[in-house]
């Protein structure tokens, strides 16, 4: 498989994504979900504009590597140089959805692992699960700290909830390899599949287990940690009636649709994290380069 096949498959996990349905309270081909200012639409516009993005990390790491490359080169240098490209992204993004932050966590995220993904294919000649992630904490590991403690003007939810609750949300995703997809999102994707169920439903059953989960950034900052809580409690409760897996749990993640619609409540850390399992899925499918 070429370096283009990587960008493929960041590609895809966008849009597997969104294409997933029913997401409880997230966008999806059914509804808006706890969204007022973004549809299904949106998120497709805002993922053809990514895919330049993609290809300049692409463009990137060949040129740094070459073909006669031997080492991995320090992973702060690479971070640094993979900062511009992201930002210039979110920029795109926005000019297509009118200002709205559809894909942020997504270009962090798929950006990391797009460059460690490709550093691998460049260097070690495969596609290593265990060290493209080790590559995206080392990225990370340097700024971890000091990009909160500088950032006193941005008031992201990621910087509000370090300084009041000490959550590290997507840097501290991609610092811990991505603990949450390898614990609960990939394995979970995986068995649906292995019991034979079509991608939608996996996907569902995956993101399902990640809200459970993770704490995730995007429902405390509408809402608060109480709120979290009880929205966690109750993706638990749609696995117990059986996910996916049977007609009862079904009908549980439906009324839990209607209820985080409702109550404002939207889990888009995990639908980032959604994006991650698809990537790895991917690419862990891909067993010769």
Same mark, same amino acid.
């Given at each position: 498989?070429?370096?283009?096949?990587?960008?493929?498959?960041?590609?895809?996990?966008?849009?597997?994504?969104?294409?997933?349905?029913?997401?409880?309270?997230?966008?999806?081909?059914?509804?808006?979900?706890?969204?007022?200012?973004?549809?299904?639409?949106?998120?497709?516009?805002?993922?053809?504009?990514?895919?330049?993005?993609?290809?300049?990390?692409?463009?990137?790491?060949?040129?740094?590597?070459?073909?006669?490359?031997?080492?991995?080169?320090?992973?702060?240098?690479?971070?640094?140089?993979?900062?511009?490209?992201? !930002?210039?992204?979110?920029?795109?993004?926005?000019?297509?959805?009118?200002?709205?932050?559809?894909?942020?966590?997504?270009?962090?995220?798929?950006?990391?692992?797009?460059?460690?993904?490709?550093?691998?294919?460049?260097?070690?000649?495969?596609?290593?699960?265990?060290?493209?992630?080790?590559?995206?904490?080392?990225?990370?590991?340097?700024?971890?700290?000091?990009?909160?403690?500088?950032?006193?003007?941005?008031?992201?939810?990621?910087?509000?909830?370090?300084?009041?609750?000490?959550?590290?949300?997507?840097?501290?995703?991609?610092?811990?390899?991505?603990?949450?997809?390898?614990?609960?999102?990939?394995?979970?994707?995986?068995?649906?599949?292995?019991?034979?169920?079509?991608?939608?439903?996996?996907?569902?059953?995956?993101?399902?287990?990640?809200?459970?989960?993770?704490?995730?950034?995007?429902? !405390?900052?509408?809402?608060?940690?109480?709120?979290?809580?009880?929205?966690?409690?109750?993706?638990?409760?749609?696995?117990?009636?059986?996910?996916?897996?049977?007609?009862?749990?079904?009908?549980?993640?439906?009324?839990?649709?209607?209820?985080?619609?409702?109550?404002?409540?939207?889990?888009?850390?995990?639908?980032?994290?959604?994006?991650?399992?698809?990537?790895?899925?991917?690419?862990?499918?891909?067993?010769?380069?």
């Amino acid at each position: 498989m070429s370096n283009q096949h990587i960008v493929d498959c960041a590609m895809r996990a966008l849009l597997y994504e969104v294409s997933a349905t029913p997401k409880p309270g997230l966008v999806d081909r059914q509804n808006n979900g706890a969204h007022h200012d973004m549809n299904f639409f949106s998120f497709i516009d805002s993922s053809v504009s990514l895919n330049s993005y993609f290809n300049k990390i692409r463009n990137y790491i060949e040129l740094t590597y070459g073909n006669h490359a031997s080492s991995f080169l320090p992973a702060d240098a690479i971070f640094k140089n993979l900062v511009p490209l992201g !930002i210039e992204a979110e920029v795109k993004m926005k000019a297509v959805t009118n200002g709205v932050n559809t894909h942020k966590g997504a270009i962090y995220a798929l950006g990391l692992l797009t460059a460690a993904a490709l550093e691998n294919s460049m260097l070690l000649k495969k596609y290593d699960i265990s060290h493209i992630l080790d590559r995206v904490s080392e990225y990370v590991a340097p700024s971890l700290s000091t990009v909160f403690m500088a950032a006193e003007s941005d008031e992201s939810y990621g910087v509000q909830q370090y300084r009041t609750l000490g959550l590290l949300g997507a840097r501290g995703e991609a610092f811990s390899k991505y603990a949450s997809v390898t614990e609960f999102g990939l394995p979970s994707l995986e068995l649906a599949i292995e019991k034979g169920c079509n991608f939608n439903d996996a996907m569902i059953h995956a993101l399902l287990n990640l809200m459970a989960h993770v704490v995730d950034s995007n429902v !405390i900052g509408r809402h608060d940690l109480d709120m979290l809580s009880r929205s966690q409690s109750r993706a638990k409760e749609v696995l117990d009636k059986g996910s996916v897996f049977s007609d009862m749990g079904k009908m549980a993640i439906n009324a839990y649709d209607e209820w985080c619609n409702k109550a404002y409540v939207s889990h888009g850390g995990c639908a980032d994290l959604l994006a991650v399992t698809l990537f790895l899925y991917f690419i862990k499918a891909t067993t010769t380069l």
